[in-house]
């Protein structure tokens, strides 16, 4: 209450205190070009350093500012310009010609809390490219992001649209949650996905500790840092872009055709000793069962429109977009409606203040869920070719074959909405006490509610594929999100020195509310489907939860330049946590980082060749509570456990776990070295980096003796994991000639290793596949999550050959043989690879000339393995189902075939579908990400339409994919830390054409 009673009287005298400020302005205008082509800049950023006013150009390239007596700099800035700080004196007008910097060393980077020059900085910070970003036609920012940034690995585990995709910064830091902390406009929010592309100004990824750690134990993973567009003083800019396109499968199934499979099924029983199942095979037909799910040109669209302007107090940006997606699987879709509201207001020289507000709603159609039966991508690829989908008299079939769902009624009794409402804003005011020192009070707020149901009704198709009752699953979810942050900013300039100062607190408040209701009986309207209408109301199971999560930190950073070219940068963070006891809940972070321009020294100042050069490194620590559930450390009873005593049922409660009241935050410690370079005139520049990302105290549910009776075993703070690597990104741009163009790329290494489960010994098992066996192992010395199985070693070609092992019994030739490597009579269980990559890439190319535009990107991976999971089916030796078209090199005599994925055919068979490197493929990929050929009109021709600028472009997404893997897609993702490449049979990624327009009054 003290401190709150202080920040309100600090706010009810600061104006008193500061109102002779505003005596003596004088007002300072001018117009910015660039130096060049005499072409006028809009949007150029003019500020009074160490203060919080500042202008932008209009779309004249005009600017107006007041400056007060004792102002005597002003900043031009502008992105891709290096800036110029000139001195006012006693000018009323000053134009400014801007010099284009391919660098950038210039550009004001966004940093926590504050800004930075770039070429200032000292910790692993990479901007993203915005205008390659606003290439993608794409549902959500963070796919938009993937392969903009090394280090940064972006995955999708679906391409249903709207679905959520995975990011990792520097890899998996912990066995658990491992999602970076998002940061929009100054609000900590748990996703991006929110926001429209075309609002982005500017994005940064915060690397490594020194970076991250003035976000404390939020910044355990890494930090995305965006910022979204704002007006300027002038007269009112309207912006209109949209795109329609149309969506198909990049691949089709590869399975055989109705006569083929037919043929290798009656191989399979003529060699179990049964008569063949079709006399004669080349008269059936084909059904495509991949294309009767398919939805064929499933269209994409996106609509944006926004205005911003300015006056002399202030500015305003507001924005209003429709994204609207059909998913190329059946029933699948996703929409999103945003409102954007962005405004600055200057009430005095000396106080600024301003809001952002994004208004959501969010509609999508998922497809049913995919697991290792029923699911319909699955069964599309194994369900047998021969069978129609209907009967004719219009139903569902069964197939006479096995018991295969059939795939196109799973989609059409599935009928489910998920809708959502966003709001999310923030409100803050800039106070400027002194010359240099700026208060700050930023207060943010996000509320969510969600509405999700499923309504299954009454089917029958075959026994196994029915449902008796129709029923409904409606969920609702609310998220309430406050955070109220208060900062003070001091810079300085005194002689060869420099300093910047940061100090502030923030809190932070999480409260989440579920429910549920499940009842049964409803009608087969799907419009007067409500919990009222179902006949077993009174059977209703409801469900429901409640959390809140609380924070409180305080927070510092000291930047210090010496003769511009010796640099430290030096972070705390104190944070205290509700999801810890009291004595438990505060930690400290602190982080150091140093930089040196080696291209100010004197001795490489005349090598001309060089025009930056700087060295950095960097230490810093930091938490993760993002691994802690609200209340891990209390014991909590379950209800359910109902008993009966004295002949009468009574409600009960279990304990099925303990709490543990000595938990703490995993902490994170990351050691950075770093290289930033520019050659040739500023042509060439490129990043180098090298880290190892030491994780401790790693939570983990240690096991505990069976009897105890304690069914979930206590989280521990008792693991350790390891990553490090090598980051390298370059840029070659070459502005000088009308024929402009660029190349860049990127590349990355991750090495992970899990150095200790603490007292757990052995393993951890994870990612079981249709009851058969775990896929994957974690333990000590090796990377997380192994795939791990049975090692295969060719075909039995004789019988000879099997009588001279012991280790497999009832086989025969043309079967496969594992390895024994010991010969002790048993199969060895070994690791069969990684599901992390040994390396990501990317790269870009953009080409200019009188109007045309073109401009590619190329994204891949390399290294990592996938397990495929339909190919348990679809390679089966059974044929019981469906094949794979390369089935048809199978095995069928001695000599013709030694290659484990091909044996022979035969029913009931058991050895050839173990879990083995059978089914672990290369998922390396190399994928045409992005194609874009774009004409902007010339300025003589939209001035006489009263347009600034118009221009139309065709655009290709996902455009080509090579790999050796042979399921739908080889972007499988991550579901959940331990469950890595794993294909169950993924949703694919579609390939996109697109026509689309931008126009600019």
Known sequence: MKKLCLYLFFIMVAPVLLEGQTKNMKTIEGTITNKMTNEKLAGVSIVVPGSTRGVTTNIDGHYSIDVQPMDSLLQFSFIGYSAQVIQIKNQTKINVALVENTTNLDEVIVVGYGTQKKSDLTGSISTVNIKELSERNVSSVSQALQGQVAGVDVSSSSGTPGAGVSIRIRGIGTINNSDPLFVVDGMMVNDIDFVNPDDIESMQVLKDASATAIYGSRGANGVIILTTKKGSKGDAVVNFSSYY??????????????????????????????????????????????????????????????????????????????????????????????VRSNSTLDVKPWLKVGENITLLKTTSHMPPPSDEWTGPLLTALVRDPVTSVRNDDGSFTKSVFNDTFNPVATIDYYNNANITYRTLGNVFADISLLK????????????????????????????????????????????????????????????????????????????????????????????????????????????????????????????????????????????????????????????????????????????????????????????????????????????????????????????????????????????????????????????????????????????????????????????????????????????????????????????????????????????????????????????????????????????????????????????????????????????????????????????????????????????????????????????????????????????????????????????????????????????IKTLQLGYSLNKDLTSKMHLSNMRIYLNAQNLLTFTKYTGLDPEIGINGPLEIGVDRGVYPQGRTYSLGLNVTF
Do not use: C
């Open 245 to 338: 396109g149309i969506q198909n499968a990049w691949r089709s199934s590869n399975v055989m055709d109705g006569p083929t499979w037919a043929y290798l099924r009656n191989e399979a029983l003529i060699a179990k000793g049964y008569a063949p199942i079709v006399p004669d095979p080349s008269i059936l037909p084909t059904t495509n069962w991949f294309k009767e799910i398919s939805n064929e040109n499933a269209s994409i669209s996106n609509v944006d429109l926004s205005i911003s302007g300015g006056g002399e107090k202030g500015s305003y940006y507001l924005s209003v977009n429709q994204f609207d997606q059909e998913g190329i699987i059946k029933k699948t879709s996703y929409n999103r409606l945003s």
């Open 436 to 927: 240099g020192l700026v208060f700050k009070t930023d207060y943010s707020f996000e509320y969510t509610y969600s509405d999700a149901r499923d309504y299954i009704p009454v089917y029958y198709v075959f026994n196994a594929q029915q449902n008796a009752i129709s029923s409904l699953n409606d969920y609702y979810g609310k998220n309430y999100i406050l955070q109220w942050t208060n900062t003070l900013n001091y810079e300085k300039k005194f002689g060869n020195h420099s300093i910047s100062a940061l100090a502030g607190t923030e809190s932070f408040t999480d409260n989440y509310k579920e429910s549920g209701i499940a009842v049964s009986g409803l009608p087969k309207d799907w419009d007067a489907i409500t919990i009222d209408n179902a006949s077993g109301n009174n059977s209703a199971r409801v469900n429901g939860s409640y959390s809140q999560t609380r924070q409180y930190s305080f927070l510092a950073r000291l930047n210090y330049s010496f003769k511009d070219k010796y640099l430290l940068t030096s972070n705390f963070r104190a944070d205290g946590s509700s999801k810890f006891l009291k004595g438990k809940r505060w930690d400290y972070f602190p982080s150091f980082s140093l930089g040196w321009k080696l291209s100010e020294e004197p001795f490489l100042k005349s090598v001309d060749i060089i025009n930056s050069l700087k060295l950095r490194a960097g230490w810093g620590q930091i938490g993760n509570q993002g691994s802690v559930g609200s209340y891990d450390y209390l014991t909590t009873a379950n209800s359910g456990a109902d008993y009966i005593w004295g002949g009468v049922l009574h409600p009960g409660y279990s304990f099925p776990g303990v709490g543990n009241p000595e938990l703490r935050w995993e902490k994170t410690t990351t050691t950075n070295f770093g290289v930033d370079f520019s050659v040739l005139n500023s042509k060439l520049s490129g990043t180098i980096e090298y880290y190892i990302r030491n994780t401790t105290g790693m939570l983990l549910q240690v096991p505990t003796p069976g009897q105890t009776g304690i069914q979930d075993s206590p989280y521990q703070n008792a693991g350790e994991m390891q990553n490090s690597g090598i980051e390298l990104s370059l840029e070659y741009r070459n502005m000088d000639h009308a024929f402009t163009y660029s190349f860049g790329g990127n590349f990355s290494t991750i090495k992970n290793k899990v150095v200790s489960l603490g007292v757990i010994q052995g393993f951890i098992s994870s990612a079981s596949f249709a009851n058969m066996a775990y896929l994957e192992r974690t333990y000590s010395g090796a990377p997380i999550a192994q795939f791990y199985g049975y090692k295969t070693d060719g075909l039995f070609q004789n019988q000879a050959e099997i009588d001279a092992q012991t280790a497999q019994k009832n086989v025969s030739p043309g079967d496969i043989r594992y390895v024994d490597a010991d010969k002790n009579g048993e199969l060895d269980v070994v690791s069969l690879g990684s599901p992390l990559p040994d390396f990501t890439y990317s790269f870009n190319a953009s080409f200019s000339y009188k109007g045309f535009d073109l401009s590619t990107t190329f994204q891949g991976v390399y290294g990592n393995k996938l397990f495929n999971g339909p190919a348990i089916y679809t390679k089966s030796s059974t044929a019981a189902w469906n094949l794979s078209r390369d089935m048809i090199n199978r095995w069928v005599g001695e000599g013709t075939q030694n290659d484990a994925r091909y044996p022979r055919m035969a029913a009931n068979d058991v050895n050839n579908g173990y879990i083995s490197d059978r089914f672990i493929e290369d998922g390396s990929y190399f994928r």
